[in-house]
C-alpha cells in the first residue's frame, strides 16, 4: 500500500476509541477502505479470547506491549493515514477499574504516544452481546472516564455518534477536517 507520493508525508494516526461495544471495530475497517489504508486491528480482543482464566495485571501489560508493536509493526503499511481501532488508553481504563491502578510503564508512555485525532465513539448504538464485553450497565461511566482521559492527555478529539452510515459519515467529516487543517 505503500504510495511514493506520500513517502516525504508524516504519518496520521487516528485513534478509534469508545466504551465497549460503540462500533470501533467496524468503523475502523471501513475508515481504512475509505482512505485506501490499513487498519491496526485491537491487540487485546485476540489476546483475551485465548485466555483461560481471569485477566490479571501481568495480562494488562502484555496487552498494552502488544498493541504498540501492532501499530508499530503495521505503521510501515499505512498510506498517510494509520487507523487504530482502540489504544493503549484502554488498558489504563480497564486496569483502573479492575485493579485500582495503572502500570507504571504504562502511565509513562500515555503523554509520549500521541495521536494526531481520536474519534470517540458514542454509546448511542445499541449493546451487542460478546463474551468478551463485561459491563452492559455500566456504558455511561466508561463514556465519562473516555472523556476524563481525553482531556487529561489534551488530545484532539470528537465524539462520533449516529447509527450505521450517519455514523461513518460523521467520522469521516472529521477527519477530513482535519486533515484539511493540516
Known sequence: MENPENLNEELIRIAI???ESTGKSTISQQ???HYDTIWVPEYARGY???LVAECTWEDEINMFRGQLE?????ASQANRLLICDTTF????IWSD?????????????LPLHNYDLYLLMNIDLPWEEDPLRDFP???????????KELKALEANYSLISGTDEERFRNAVSHIDGFLLSK
Open 137 to 147: 450497565h455500566m456504558r455511561e461511566h466508561f463514556m465519562e472516564v473516555w472523556h
Open 89 to 92: 488508553i484502554t488498558v489504563k
Open 31 to 33: 475508515l481504512a477502505l
Open 97 to 109: 477499574h479492575m485493579f485500582g491502578r495503572t502500570p507504571q510503564e504504562v502511565l509513562d508512555k
Open 70 to 74: 501492532l501499530e508499530e509493526q503495521m
Open 48 to 50: 483475551c479470547e485465548k
Open 17 to 19: 476509541v469508545g466504551p
